[in-house]
């Protein structure tokens, strides 16, 4: 008669719970494995690691994991989640449009800077690819997200435009159009800009030979037997070839001693430093160069060492120099026998930036072709030209081949890495505001309050980087 084990199931029987309470099991299994950094169970529902993630994600929203400005989930979560995006590779988004998208919407889901930096800048670069996808998953991505790549895009399309008209021909007609076109500028007495075009012009000739060599044809296109491209044209991988190509050229004929007058924007005619031939050389030199800078925006910062080593007889003959400026003047005026020649070449680059590469060995050899027969004066013309071209293609190429900060995966990449995400994370707080960061003004001991976006991703951001 007793009445203890009333409604109890009988000794033998055991709990038959749903295929939804096994879902559940394993998502909150999952949750709390994924906070300690264990291994993680997949199920017939959840077979990849992008939903299993997206239920971690759900979960962690539920049960309100947060830091203090809803940046992140916390310290321990967003650890956690970065060392698995390391472990797994999850932020190697190169070969596949839809891990691009699932980089995105796990990054925006697990409030991931890592993993959601790394996939927007990758999205960007094959957005178009993406998008003709019209995969399902696309919709997931917020739409705050999707506005700002097409943003990023539109900006990328504009530095594409700018490089192809500049790098296809190897055309700068901006360089001519300023004062080495006037035929009354004060330079001329001293300058001569026409020898300048002549070696200029015969530079980039040369160059253009160069890479059509190299990679069959210019620009390159794909499947030429002579490269492995897949992409046609001045793509990612061919434009930083020649950034380091021409890198090399700078730092083998750049004067290390002769720091840069001018800054962003002012072409540093005004400064003070002599008027002997020398120094107006450096003079003019520096006015072409601000006024090709400053040709089409946006406006090109200069480099910090902004003028070359020029070829000295003085680091060939020991009686040159020495104060008798007869002799001097007269072995300016004469043909150089091509034995010196070599050696006053060798004299006017940078020991150690000599490297046994082909495009330094073929601008070596155009060099003693170019140089034969020439007076010291010519010679250094032949030099001022071929630093034009140099500083002309190397200044063009920073808005494109200097990928964006933090971005790991990028080898074998042909599309462009350089669109970062700006103004913020999508998932944070809106009272947050724009990140701010304090700057100095140039010229005074003045400080600014600017986004940092403007500052790090605009133009003299990029090129400093």
Known sequence: LSTDT???LPANSEPNPTYEDMETVVAVRNLFAFLVGQSLVATENRPSLFSIFMKVSSLLQMYEFSNLDGSTYGEAAATSFDNYVEELHLADVRFSREKTIEGIVLGEKMRSVLLYNEAFVHAVGKYDEIVKMEHPKFKLISLVTRNRMERALMDLYTREKSVRNRLEDFDFPAIFSGIMNSKTADERKVVRFDQWKASFMTTRKYIMSFYKHKYGSWPPKASSKKNDLETSGLNRLVLRDVYHDFSDLYDLLVDRSNLTTRSAGISGLNDSTGSDEKNLTARAMRH??????????????????DVPLLPSLATTRKDYGVGDAKKDAKARLKKIKDDEIINLLKN????????PTPFLQAFADLERKEAHGCTIEEMCDLRNGQWIFMYAVLESLPMLVVDAPGVKWTQGVEYFLCEPPRSGVPWAREDT????????????????SLPSDIVEHGVEGIYRR
């Open 348 to 355: 006017s680059h940078n020991p150690d930036a000599r490297k």
């Open 433 to 448: 505001g724009i990140k701010k960061s304090w700057y100095g003004v140039a010229g005074s001991s003045g400080v600014v």
């Open 288 to 305: 072409v160069l601000s006024e090709y800078d400053r040709s089409s925006p946006p406006v090109q910062p200069p480099v910090p060492f």
């Open 6 to 8: 009333a409604g109890l």
